[in-house]
């Protein structure tokens, strides 16, 4: 399983579904401390109401939704060139074993969320030296 999967619009086609997308240039860095999970997402232009974090498939995929929306065109105006993406957009990411649900808390600040993830101890197998006789 890829904890880096990507969305659901592969950006190489035309144009992204009417459900969500990808958002273009969504970048996503993800570090692994002792103790939590850190992800952080850049979400320029994207308040903090316009995005849902939510785990779902019994807390093993944490996802990223929201909408980006488009700036309002005024009487008169003429846009010379729109670069910037605009609508609902998606990511989702497989969290791992060790990945506690329970405790996930998100914030946002200067365009950037930031997602941190608790661990929970995962029981290591034990090991038993068997006794070799002869």
Request: glycine share 8%.
């Amino acid at each position: 399983m890829d904890p880096f999967a990507q969305g659901l619009w592969d950006s190489s086609s035309a144009a992204p579904p009417a459900a969500a997308a990808e958002l273009p240039g969504m970048q996503v860095d993800w570090k692994e401390t002792g103790e939590v999970h850190v992800i952080k997402a850049d979400l320029p232009g994207v308040r903090r109401e316009e995005v849902k974090v939510e785990l779902e498939s019994g807390g093993r995929v944490l996802q990223i939704s929201g909408e980006r929306r488009r700036e309002v065109q005024e009487t008169g105006d003429t846009w010379r060139q729109v670069e910037r993406s605009s609508g609902r957009f998606m990511r989702r990411l497989s969290l791992p074993d060790n990945a506690k649900v329970e405790g996930v808390k998100a914030s946002m600040e200067h365009g950037v969320l930031t997602v941190v993830v608790p661990k929970a101890e995962v029981n290591q197998p034990r090991i038993e030296s068997a006794q070799m006789s002869g």
